[in-house]
């Protein structure tokens, strides 16, 4: 599991990257680092459907957060940093962390779930849906409830974005 | 002065008519064996997403809009998400909703699985064209900056 660990490292630190650089491109790719991470960590996971999925939808967001962000100037804010906040911060990082471990020693051990269904889905998979690739056949036949309700939410996205970005309405 | 060429210059054209029919065979691929392999409706449909923006990308947006306009998106946009709802409703000829009706056939031959290649099908032509459409409002619709930008 070391390697899990190495590369959620490097996912926060081009985490703090992105957040702390000040070119607005270099910060673009420095979160698509960590999407290929996200990546790296489902392949070790051994969750390959995730991680294609992750993978395309990463390169198409960096695809399109470039195209909308070259050439944009944002104005520069300095913050100062004043002690107050930085004492609130720490306060709220110790009470986090305190509570996260609390609750991260509450879970079961890995691979060793809560919910006893998922063994039922592997056993029934192939005899009621007849897919060889049972995540497929739990997403589009047992569960498909939830990827009605996805498809639903992708619709009211586009139709969103294109009211709001509406080439008739500017006209003024 | 001279009109600005649409696009980047003539390699990256050249190479973008080779590979954008591989990347969208690729994408048809992992969709049709999304009940075999890894995959499935949703990365195959992300995948030819990605082709068409290779494409608007490496020609321009004048070249490449005019085969994908706005009336090819909503159609197939609309007929990806009737065609799913259609498939859970065909479930209540059996009893209920969403319920697999077509027969299993044999496990691990590429016509198998009832409902779940149909569903596929159905999510990949509504989430392909769905995100291109969110591409080309967000990346080429733009809201000028200026007045002399022309708005499409």
């Given at each position: 599991?070391?390697?899990?660990?190495?590369?959620?490292?490097?996912?926060?630190?081009?985490?703090?990257?992105?957040?702390?650089?000040?070119?607005?491109?270099?910060?673009?790719?420095?979160?698509?680092?960590?999407?290929?991470?996200?990546?790296?960590?489902?392949?070790?996971?051994?969750?390959?459907?995730?991680?294609?999925?992750?993978?395309?939808?990463?390169i198409l967001s960096v695809i399109i957060l470039i195209?909308?962000?070259?050439?944009?100037?944002?104005?520069?804010?300095?913050?100062?940093?004043?002690?107050?906040?930085?004492?609130?911060?720490?306060?709220?990082?110790?009470?986090?962390?305190?509570?996260?471990?609390?609750?991260?020693?509450?879970?079961?051990?890995?691979?060793?779930?809560?919910?006893?269904?998922?063994?039922?889905?592997?056993?029934?998979?192939?005899?009621?849906?007849?897919?060889?690739?049972?995540?497929?056949?739990?997403?589009?036949?047992?569960?498909?409830?939830?990827?009605?309700?996805?498809?639903?939410?992708?619709?009211?996205?586009?139709?969103?974005?294109?009211?709001?970005?509406?080439?008739?309405?500017?006209?003024? | 002065?001279?009109?600005?060429?649409?696009?980047?210059?003539?390699?990256?054209?050249?190479?973008?008519?080779?590979?954008?029919?591989?990347?969208?065979?690729?994408?048809?691929?992992?969709?049709?064996?999304?009940?075999?392999?890894?995959?499935?409706?949703?990365?195959?449909?992300?995948?030819?997403?990605?082709?068409?923006?290779?494409?608007?990308?490496?020609?321009?947006?004048?070249?490449?809009?005019?085969?994908?306009?706005?009336?090819?998106?909503?159609?197939?946009?609309?007929?990806?998400?009737?065609?799913?709802?259609?498939?859970?409703?065909?479930?209540?000829?059996?009893?209920?909703f969403f319920l697999n009706v077509l027969p299993k056939?044999?496990?691990?031959?590429?016509?198998?699985?009832?409902?779940?290649?149909?569903?596929?099908?159905?999510?990949?032509?509504?989430?392909?064209?769905?995100?291109?459409?969110?591409?080309?409002?967000?990346?080429?619709?733009?809201?000028?900056?200026?007045?002399?930008?022309?708005?499409?």
């Amino acid at each position: 599991m070391i390697e899990l660990h190495v590369v959620l490292i490097l996912m926060i630190i081009c985490a703090i990257v992105a957040m702390e650089i000040k070119d607005l491109l270099s910060s673009v790719i420095a979160l698509g680092a960590v999407g290929i991470g996200l990546t790296v960590e489902f392949l070790l996971l051994r969750a390959p459907d995730l991680a294609i999925t992750q993978l395309v939808v990463e390169i198409l967001s960096v695809i399109i957060l470039i195209r909308a962000t070259v050439g944009v100037k944002v104005p520069q804010e300095n913050i100062k940093m004043r002690l107050g906040y930085f004492i609130f911060a720490l306060v709220f990082v110790a009470v986090f962390l305190f509570f996260s471990k609390r609750a991260v020693a509450q879970l079961p051990s890995f691979g060793d779930p809560m919910m006893k269904i998922g063994s039922l889905y592997n056993s029934l998979a192939l005899s009621k849906a007849g897919a060889a690739n049972i995540v497929s056949s739990v997403i589009l036949d047992f569960r498909a409830y939830d990827t009605l309700g996805e498809a639903t939410v992708l619709f009211t996205a586009v139709i969103g974005v294109l009211t709001v970005l509406r080439a008739s309405g500017r006209k003024k | 002065m001279k009109e600005k060429e649409q696009g980047m210059s003539l390699i990256v054209k050249r190479i973008t008519r080779i590979t954008v029919s591989l990347i969208f065979l690729f994408g048809v691929y992992i969709m049709l064996h999304g009940h075999l392999t890894p995959g499935g409706g949703f990365a195959g449909g992300v995948i030819i997403a990605l082709s068409f923006i290779h494409v608007v990308l490496a020609f321009g947006k004048k070249e490449s809009l005019k085969m994908l306009n706005d009336n090819v998106v909503s159609f197939f946009e609309s007929l990806g998400g009737l065609l799913f709802l259609g498939i859970a409703l065909s479930g209540l000829i059996g009893g209920y909703f969403f319920l697999n009706v077509l027969p299993k056939g044999k496990p691990f031959d590429l016509f198998s699985s009832g409902t779940i290649i149909l569903s596929n099908i159905a999510i990949f032509l509504k989430v392909g064209v769905g995100l291109f459409a969110i591409f080309i409002a967000l990346a080429i619709l733009r809201v000028p900056r200026d007045d002399k930008e022309e708005v499409k």
